[in-house]
Nanobody, 122 residues
Framework: QVQLVESGGGLVQAGGSLRLSCAAS????????MGWFRRAPGKEREFVGC????????FYGDSVKGRFTISRDNAKNTVYLQMNSLKLEDTAVYYC???????????????WGQGTLVTVSS
């Protein structure tokens, strides 16, 4: 069973940048993709982006396309979410996930991380 541990959340001003990390340990049942979702206060969980478990293909949600970048370091079993040009509406708890669909869909998520809070201030 895979375990995911996120880090890197915090407070940042609008227009700034932040990088989240997701360290994976263990072996998932299926290895299709890893990625990120987020849940803003009072809103439903939203897909952010994902990267192939093997390979470098990425896919992003419309609200972050062009601003966020997902990458991976296989030697460290870690996936990163680089967030640039942050907006107030990016404030949310960000969850790392691994799943069996491409792109990642909530119903096919195998493991969730515990979440890390990102707060964007004006």
């Amino acid at each position: 069973q895979v375990q995911l541990v996120e880090s890197g959340g915090g407070l940042v001003q609008a227009g700034g940048s932040l990088r989240l990390s997701c360290a994976a340990s263990g072996r998932p049942f299926s290895r299709t993709a890893m990625g990120w979702f987020r849940r803003a206060p009072g809103k439903e969980r939203e897909f952010v982006g994902c990267i192939r478990w093997s390979g470098t293909n990425t896919f992003y949600g419309d609200s972050v396309k062009g601003r966020f970048t997902i990458s991976r370091d296989n030697a460290k079993n870690t996936v990163y979410l680089q967030m640039n040009s942050l907006k107030l509406e990016d404030t949310a708890v960000y969850y790392c996930a691994v799943g069996s669909s491409w792109p990642l869909e909530t119903r096919y998520i195998e493991v969730w991380g515990q979440g890390t809070l990102v707060t964007v201030s004006s």
